[in-house]
């Protein structure tokens, strides 16, 4: 993972999204207890979560209580925003940090995150924030400072590309999304990251439209409507099944391929509160590329594209 030093498995957990560790999917202690022995049995050894993805953390820090510390990568963030959308004092995101600890059960993390930062509050952050990740770094409370980008309302990778041209240094890690509708940061965000040797977490590389036939070909007329795509370059229903034969298995599965498919990604998340869901996703990076063919013709169709999906 960039200049973290960090072996990292290509595919992470991530206790987030929309069912954050089965929180709202109705699990039971137990299962989410099984869920997270299912995720370490399976290899996967980078676990992130945040302080804002409800009892995640706590729920993390009883699971993981029995595995050895060495045994798994814990990464997790802090909100830099109080809830009246001001930037925190340094003080309470001192006690913020300790806090996440004390949820997690463990006397570090490896990795602490700002989270969602965007790039209107990047400097403010720097300059009144980042030294008190700094701090806690010099007391063994955390290994490597990042943070995660705003990707709905920063599809365009502003922070990311603020962040590695102003202060390249800073940073041991981002989280950003890439895949493919989302290709945008092959241009600049993710040759930052791997000229600067910055650890890229790809997230949320699936939601919302690839995984919705119905959803995805409304998308894709739209594209054509506006121009991004040529009418006849593409089919509007099931625009994407050219890409299923071989070894790829769904558009799902090839949705995982391409988002690892980019020298400058250490690692895949994926979350989920199913155990066959989670099998599946592992599974289909057991190879981690496309047919180069396919994933040329994803480029030519979406690359130059800046809009969330």
């Known amino acids: 993972m960039g200049k ?20 709202n999917t109705g699990l039971s202690a137990r299962e989410q207890d099984a869920l997270v022995r299912k995720v370490l049995d399976l290899g996967i050894n980078l676990i992130d979560t945040s302080e804002g993805y409800g009892e995640s953390e706590a729920i993390l820090g009883r699971a993981l209580l029995r595995s050895g510390r060495d045994s798994y990568i814990l990464a997790t963030k802090c909100l830099y925003k109080s809830p009246d959308g001001r930037i925190r004092h340094p003080e309470d995101l001192k006690l913020s940090i300790d806090r996440c600890l004390d949820r997690l059960s463990t006397d570090y993390v490896d990795i602490m995150q700002f989270h969602v930062l965007n790039s209107t509050d990047y400097f403010q952050v720097v300059d009144e924030l980042y030294p008190v990740m700094m701090k806690a770094r010099e007391e063994g409370k955390i290994r490597f400072i990042g943070f995660s980008e705003q990707f709905k309302k920063d599809p365009d990778h502003r922070v990311v590309n603020l962040a590695l041209t102003a202060h390249p240094k800073l940073w041991d890690t981002v989280m950003l999304k890439y895949g493919i509708l989302n290709q945008y940061a092959a241009r600049e ?121």
Request: hydrophobic share 40%; aromatic share 8%.
């Open 189 to 309: 965000a993710l040759p930052l990251c791997e000229n600067h040797n910055v650890g890229v977490i790809n997230m949320a590389v699936i939601r919302e439209k690839l995984p919705n036939p119905l959803l995805l070909s409304n998308q894709i007329k739209v594209w054509k409507d506006e121009g991004f795509i040529c009418q006849d370059e593409i089919s509007d229903e099931n625009p994407l099944e050219w890409l299923v034969h071989g070894d790829v298995h769904s558009v799902v599965d090839a949705g995982y391929k391409f988002a690892a498919d980019h020298p400058a990604i250490s690692t895949v998340l994926t979350g989920t509160s199913s155990m066959l869901h989670l099998q599946s996703n592992v599974d289909s990076l057991e190879i981690p590329y496309l047919p180069k063919y396919d994933k040329t013709r994803l480029q030519q169709l979406f690359g130059d594209i800046a809009i969330y999906i």
């Open 4 to 23: 973290t030093g960090l072996e990292v498995s290509l595919v992470s957990f991530g206790s987030g999204g929309p069912s954050k560790l089965g929180q």
